[in-house]
């Protein structure tokens, strides 16, 4: 059972109210983590618009969704791998690959470069090295994608820290995150 209150949708403050509208409008559903989000509609319109802007980057959804179970599985976040997992399927991306993904690996080599630096950049709480820039440099990664990937990790470790505290209800087909 969830440790914070997961708002429903009778009890959502206007301004989360209308945020849950545009969520069932996009989605479908309103995941779990976007009702303990709620719980703060700030809280909640500021993740929106960040994973909003990120979607506008260089890098495609199938990209995202690699950082996201790489960082679900670096922070052992059992809502995030369940709900990436979901969405990456929806994209595509074979089962193998998720694994993969999970773990922070990727067949794919760009995809690749981007997990080692993402996981190196979790792994370091921020503080990659020089060794960790010459090797996503080496491997093709502009200074753009290397902010890019940086954000994305951060973007992602919000929700995995509120589920950490949360102890959100799983809403998803259920993935347990191979982490620490």
Not at 16 to 39: D, H, M, S, T
Not at 150 to 170: M, Q, S
């Amino acid at each position: 059972m969830a440790r914070l209150t997961q708002v429903s949708d009778e009890k959502a403050a206007p301004k989360a109210a209308e945020l849950f509208g545009a969520i069932k409008e996009r989605l479908g559903v309103v995941p779990n983590v976007y009702r303990v989000l709620a719980n703060e509609p700030a809280a909640l319109a500021a993740a929106l618009a960040f994973n909003e802007a990120l979607a506008k980057g260089s890098f495609d959804a199938k990209t995202r969704e690699a950082i996201a179970l790489a960082t679900a599985g670096a922070n052992g976040c059992d809502y995030c791998a369940s709900a990436h997992t979901a969405i990456a399927k929806g994209l595509k991306v074979d089962d193998g690959e998720i694994e993969k993904r999970l773990q922070g690996r990727s067949d794919d080599p760009k995809v690749q470069a981007i997990l080692a630096f993402a996981t190196a950049v979790i792994d370091k709480r921020g503080w990659a090295t020089d060794a960790d820039l010459k090797a996503a440099r080496d491997a093709g990664l502009t200074d753009g994608e290397i902010v890019e990937t940086v954000v994305n990790v951060v973007a992602n470790i919000l929700t995995n820290y509120i589920n950490h505290v949360a102890e959100t209800d799983i809403d998803f087909p259920v993935v347990k995150a191979k982490a620490a």
